[in-house]
């Protein structure tokens, strides 16, 4: 099989970075803080389950495009309710939008992306997270690449087709020849559909212990069980 | 003096890499292949002299954004002629723009700008060059940022005013939280016009020996001799 490519995006919110416990964390500290209960992990997944049809509405032009921590609080605001948890306030809500800045990355994260920083592959995000979000994430998750690309930079969201393209356009390569790195099948499809070639890499705890992990989707070029597997199939074909 | 900061952000070309001498090397090697002969630093130095009327005349409207990339392509054809160099071919030419990707750090930008990563300060260029450019010349010289920002994400170039308020509204920082870094005294004359901090960082060798080095603009926040010292500064008021 054959995968040649110059540039390799990533997803992160998933597939880089455990979410659902480092939000969790968060929100039993914050909410702990201000003397309130629940289960936490029940919060977080609601608030998640939320995202992807905020960010359709905004993809089908329902909403106007405005940035990831934004929605991210509409979508808290949205969802505390249903936990008794109104009496969360204002600087604690804004600080939980926050956690989203501060993910824990995978434990293979860091070090495959470090294998191929030392490869010609040219190597970017590409998340619905903004720039600063991104650049924050990475820094203090110790993700190193060589630029930060974001659906913001196409004033949209994955999986809108404007946002594969842009990358591809910003880093002066084929579609062809950039590589979309995903846990979550809708995202390949669309890159995929896009023109870029696709890797999926199983994340079976994204939602933690008890949820059925997602399956690989059709026409995908590459699985890699992990990062480091990842570059090591990347450089071996470089 | 306080200078309280949440992000840098760094001119690449002139301020973190000698463009003289990489692109006079390239010059000779790519036109000593073709059989020609020239004084390559003179034509160099006439090939960035074309650079800030060319981006000027972006910036007035003159003439259609278009990438960095291109521009050079139109400069260095304006001034092969001059040089008795027509003879040069189109792949030449075209391996000559990309020169400007490859281009070598001063020694202390890397160290410098790993000093930084390790602070809480987010770190990125704001260039003239494109995502790419940036992306592929920040890898190869081993200077690393937090995040890639260039005057493309504004479809404009320094120092038009968007381009230093795009980067603040990117990176989610005010403006005055927001130090532009640089070794051209208009660059950061423009940057503390849009409301940023300023460092001037001196390159007395930029055009050579025999050029006279630029002062520190009237009114600049900081000097810094280079990144590492910068960094100190930087560090020790973070």
Same mark, same amino acid.
């Given at each position: 099989?054959?995968?040649?490519?110059?540039?390799?995006?990533?997803?992160?919110?998933?597939?880089?970075?455990?979410?659902?416990?480092?939000?969790?964390?968060?929100?039993?500290?914050?909410?702990?803080?201000?003397?309130?209960?629940?289960?936490?992990?029940?919060?977080?997944?609601?608030?998640?389950?939320?995202?992807?049809?905020?960010?359709?509405?905004?993809? @089908?032009?329902?909403?106007?495009?405005? =940035?990831?921590?934004? !929605?991210?609080?509409?979508? +808290?605001? $949205? %969802?505390? &309710? *249903?936990?008794?948890?109104?009496?969360?306030?204002?600087?604690?809500?804004?600080?939980?939008?926050?956690?989203?800045?501060?993910?824990?990355?995978?434990?293979?994260?860091?070090?495959?992306?470090?294998?191929?920083?030392?490869?010609?592959?040219?190597?970017?995000?590409?998340?619905?997270?903004?720039?600063?979000?991104?650049?924050?994430?990475?820094?203090?998750?110790?993700?190193?690449?060589?630029?930060?690309?974001?659906?913001?930079? @196409?004033?949209?969201?994955?999986?809108? =087709?404007?946002?594969? !393209?842009?990358?591809?356009? +910003?880093? $002066? %390569?084929? &579609? *062809?020849?950039?590589?979309?790195?995903?846990?979550?099948?809708?995202?390949?499809?669309?890159?995929?559909?896009?023109?870029?070639?696709?890797?999926?890499?199983?994340?079976?705890?994204?939602?933690?212990?008890?949820?059925?992990?997602?399956?690989?989707?059709?026409?995908?070029?590459?699985?890699?069980?992990?990062?480091?597997?990842?570059?090591?199939?990347?450089?071996?074909?470089?």
């Amino acid at each position: 099989m054959s995968l040649e490519i110059d540039a390799a995006v990533f997803d992160v919110f998933g597939t880089l970075t455990d979410w659902r416990s480092s939000v969790t964390e968060e929100l039993a500290e914050i909410g702990g803080r201000a003397g309130l209960h629940a289960d936490w992990a029940a919060v977080t997944d609601a608030w998640r389950r939320r995202y992807r049809p905020v960010l359709g509405r905004v993809v @089908a032009g329902e909403l106007p495009w405005q =940035p990831l921590d934004a !929605l991210h609080r509409i979508m +808290l605001d $949205e %969802v505390l &309710p *249903g936990f008794g948890l109104d009496a969360l306030g204002e600087p604690e809500r804004a600080e939980l939008v926050r956690a989203w800045h501060r993910l824990r990355p995978w434990p293979d994260a860091g070090p495959g992306l470090e294998l191929l920083h030392d490869s010609p592959v040219i190597t970017g995000t590409l998340s619905n997270g903004g720039v600063g979000l991104l650049a924050r994430l990475t820094k203090q998750a110790g993700l190193r690449f060589d630029c930060v690309l974001s659906a913001e930079l @196409a004033r949209s969201y994955k999986p809108a =087709p404007q946002v594969y !393209l842009t990358a591809a356009e +910003l880093l $002066e %390569v084929e &579609p *062809g020849r950039l590589l979309m790195v995903a846990c979550h099948p809708d995202d390949l499809e669309a890159a995929a559909k896009a023109g870029l070639r696709t890797a999926f890499i199983p994340r079976p705890l994204e939602w933690g212990p008890a949820a059925a992990p997602a399956d690989p989707p059709a026409g995908v070029d590459l699985v890699a069980e992990d990062v480091v597997t990842l570059a090591g199939l990347l450089r071996g074909r470089g």
